[in-house]
């Protein structure tokens, strides 16, 4: 009987009649197979099997140290991360609460420029209806037509001097009147 043979068959009965390893050897824990060992042999039936050292190594102090700070690290960062979630929880609800008094505060704004309008629109209605029945029993006068002559048009625009009346002073000391051009 071959060497192969004879191994996979004691690794059968290893793995039939042995018990399973709490603490996986290296070989079993990388290939993630059952660890199975029948007492007093210390190899497991997988070990056996491909005519391999059945090592259980203890994890080293370093690894350990290793493990421990980097949990130690990932602690510290998730106190960091809830804490800005925390202020950022708190910030989200100011805003909102903000947003939600503005909010509110535009609507009730509208519902009073609203009531405004209503109210301007009715008041015109009615004064307007006023000015039209004012207008029905009272109608207003026809503006007169005027007739501007030149020389109405003339006096409105001479000068001050023309139009002031100084007649009740001496008129020997008043200057004599401007003469006027009438270039334009």
Known sequence: MSSSTRRSRLADIIFSQGFTMTVRCDRCFKHNLECRVLPPHKKCSECVRVGRRCEREMVSENE?????RAREKIKSDMRSAEDSV?????SLSSIASSLS???LKLKRLKREQE???ERQTKMMRRDLEI???LDEENPPPSPP???SSSSDIMNALCPVDD???LDFLNPEILPPPLEHSSSS
């Not at 350990?64 to 421990?68: F, R, T």
């Not at 925390?86 to 708190?90: A, D, K, P, Y």
Request: with cysteine.
């Open 64 to 68: 350990w140290k290793q493990l421990d």
């Open 86 to 90: 925390n202020e950022l929880s708190e």
């Open 101 to 103: 008094s503005a909010i």
């Open 115 to 117: 009531f405004l309008d």
């Open 131 to 133: 000015l039209d029945f």
């Open 145 to 147: 037509r005027e007739t």
């Open 163 to 165: 139009i002031v009346c």
